[in-house]
């Protein structure tokens, strides 16, 4: 009896600096000084990144980061869960969210390539070989210049901003066939490199020596090309929010846009600066030139 | 003195009490439980049904349609979402490593009850414990990394396909089958055994002509057991799989299952849109699919439950 009492003792003990730490740490969703980012996970580590830098300075504010996909973050903004929706697609082109409620911020701009098996034994392809590539009338790598290899397709998974900007710029409109689909870019990047004729796609930074990036009608896949719509492959990170954001969310998403982040961290992982870009699009597909000064 | 003892004897004594707070206690935790199961159950179909619903999709056209494309809509204006690839898929995938794991599950069973059952309980008890432990994604990365080379090696293709998650997924339910196998050969009465050694039965023909008949019932609830777990399994088969919306053509092609077209789709989708919804109608079809396994379980131990 005695020893039970001393252990119940010690529980509502426990118990009780569970709750006070628990109220001391709270997370006080109402208070101006912690914002919550949801969506793309090619967009993440940049947000994520930034967001520990901003904490650092403005001691008291937490920027909260999470993934969840493009689609997540556009309803979830939308819906006003969370103060920032990332993602990589217009909101014009998401099915089920209304562009009008959201406001469009460009934090960066990512290029896409595509990526073969280096067993293949290609190193270039013209837009129209690509397109019979993913179409299903090119079925062997010998078609297109490299080895008697059969070609296996491998596809992000359906409504991935990366596959929504590649079908749209890199296919030239046509939908990829059914093929194999992966959920990230890490693990497409592995599956073609492990897998003899595999072809996929995904952002630049992804591209290490395991594969081999495509040059594509003569113009290879550098940020150099992109900035001026020679690569006609690459879709904005856009951070949403509504028309009525937080303080702290516009300040937050100045920062990123801000000279100090454009140049240290958004170049260091492997996205292109926004002050970089010759040329501006918009969610139609058209191009024009950016009047230094004006953006 | 009379009215004390009177009063004493009246009162409700503390053991009483303890009792009656500890059936509410265990009471709310019960109805706690059967409410979510409840919550959950009406969500999902909420969700699942508004694709037929709202959308108006034909549910016949779901169930056997071949093209799996929320974003596009075909000839009949409605939007492409033939759920039949990965409803084969799942079905195939569970079956085959349903049919592969028993006879390796049945053996060992066999082996840990009736032929050693010390070095059974010593060694192979805390195997098969430690097989359950392990995640599923770390199961899905080894599929990866040595499973599909394999499969690529000796059976053509990319590796990635049915066959590899039968593989993965083979020892995945291994473990549940065998440890439920266990329990119903434990279950047979020990004078069944002693009853047909003592007339004359080798130690082979007791557990094939006796044990395994009485044990049968026990045995096919620890199969369809199984067959549960591999249907819902998600993480590791996804990995290996290929992902691929077609009807597999043969067991080396890409193919797709219920989940992981669920698990790959769900954040690229907008809450509330077609896209959406379409792949809570795949969820759908999960859930009533193992309330299915659940029925079978019943009914199996129902039948077959042995009369000592």
Redesign the interface.
Same mark, same amino acid.
């Given at each position: 009896m005695r020893k039970s009492r001393w252990i119940e003792g010690l529980l509502l003990v426990g118990l009780i600096i569970l709750g006070g730490w628990a109220y001391q740490t709270r997370q006080v969703n109402h208070s101006n000084m912690t914002i919550t980012a949801v969506g793309s996970t090619a967009l993440q580590p940049l947000v994520e990144a930034a967001g520990e830098d901003y904490s650092t300075q403005h001691l008291g504010t937490f920027i909260n980061v999470q /993934? $969840?996909?493009?689609? %997540?973050g556009?309803?979830q903004v939308?819906?006003g869960a969370v103060d920032i929706g990332n993602a990589d697609v217009f909101a014009e082109e #998401?099915? /089920?969210?209304n562009a009008n409620r959201l406001k469009d911020h460009r934090v960066a701009v990512v290029g896409i390539t595509p990526i073969v098996n280096r067993t293949a034994g290609v190193h270039r392809l013209t837009s129209a070989q690509l397109i019979g590539i993913f179409t299903g009338k090119v079925l062997n790598w010998s078609q297109v210049g490299g080895r008697n290899q059969k070609i296996?397709i491998l596809n992000r +998974? @359906? $409504?991935?901003?990366t596959r929504a900007t590649f079908e749209r710029y890199g296919l030239e409109g046509h939908?990829s066939l059914? +093929? #194999?689909? @992966?959920?990230s870019s890490g693990?497409v990047r @592995?599956?073609v490199a %492990?897998?003899? /004729? +595999?072809i996929s796609y995904v952002g630049f930074s992804y591209v290490d020596k395991t594969v081999q990036a495509v040059s594509l009608n003569g113009v290879k896949p550098t940020n150099q090309n992109v900035t001026n719509n020679r690569w006609p492959i690459w879709s904005y990170e856009h951070m949403y929010t509504g028309q009525k954001p937080q303080p702290l969310a516009t300040e937050f998403i100045h920062y990123i846009q801000s000279k100090k982040i454009q140049n240290t961290l958004v170049r260091r992982l492997g996205y292109i600066s926004m002050a970089d870009m010759k040329v501006a699009r918009n969610g139609q597909g058209q191009i024009h030139k950016v009047v230094k000064g004006h953006e | 003195m009379n009215s004390k003892l009177q009063k004493q004897l009246l009162k409700r004594s503390k053991a009483a009490k303890i009792e009656r707070l500890g059936k509410g206690v265990s009471f709310l935790a019960l109805m706690l439980i059967v409410l979510t199961v409840f919550a959950i159950i009406i969500f999902v179909t909420s969700k699942g049904l508004s694709t037929f619903f709202s959308n108006h999709v034909n549910v016949i056209d779901f169930l056997t349609g071949k093209n799996w494309n929320p974003n596009v809509t075909n000839a009949k204006g409605q939007p492409e979402v033939g759920a039949l690839p990965m409803i084969t898929g799942s079905f195939v995938v569970t079956i085959l490593s349903a049919l592969l794991a028993t006879p390796f599950a049945i053996g060992t069973a066999i082996f840990m009850t009736e032929i050693s059952p010390q070095r059974g309980a010593r060694i192979l008890q805390p195997v098969t414990e430690l097989l359950v432990g392990i995640p599923s994604v770390v199961y899905g990365f080894i599929g990866l990394t040595v499973v599909v080379p394999a499969v690529r090696a000796v059976f053509g293709g990319s590796g990635f396909g049915i066959l590899s998650g039968t593989f993965v997924l083979f020892v995945m339910i291994l473990p549940t089958v065998t440890s439920m196998s266990v329990d119903a050969l434990h279950s047979v009465p020990r004078y069944y055994r002693e009853a047909a050694l003592a007339l004359g039965a080798t130690q082979w023909q007791t557990i094939y002509k006796v044990v395994l008949r009485a044990a049968t019932p026990g045995m096919l609830t620890a199969i369809v057991f199984g067959m549960a777990r591999a249907f819902g399994e998600a993480l590791a088969v996804q990995m290996v799989i290929g992902n691929a919306a077609l009807l597999p053509t043969s067991l080396v092609s890409p193919a797709s299952t219920l989940t992981s077209v669920l698990t790959t789709g769900i954040g690229n989708t907008v809450m509330g849109s077609m896209q959406n919804n379409a792949l809570w109608s795949l969820a759908l079809v999960l859930l009533i699919m193992s309330l299915i396994f659940n029925l079978i379980i019943r009914l199996i131990g129902r039948r077959g439950a042995i009369t000592k």
């Open positions: /993934g $969840g996909g493009s689609g %997540t556009l309803s939308q819906e #998401q099915n /089920g969210i296996v +998974a @359906q $409504g991935s901003g939908r059914a +093929a #194999q689909e @992966q959920d693990m @592995q599956i %492990t897998t003899p /004729g +595999a | -």
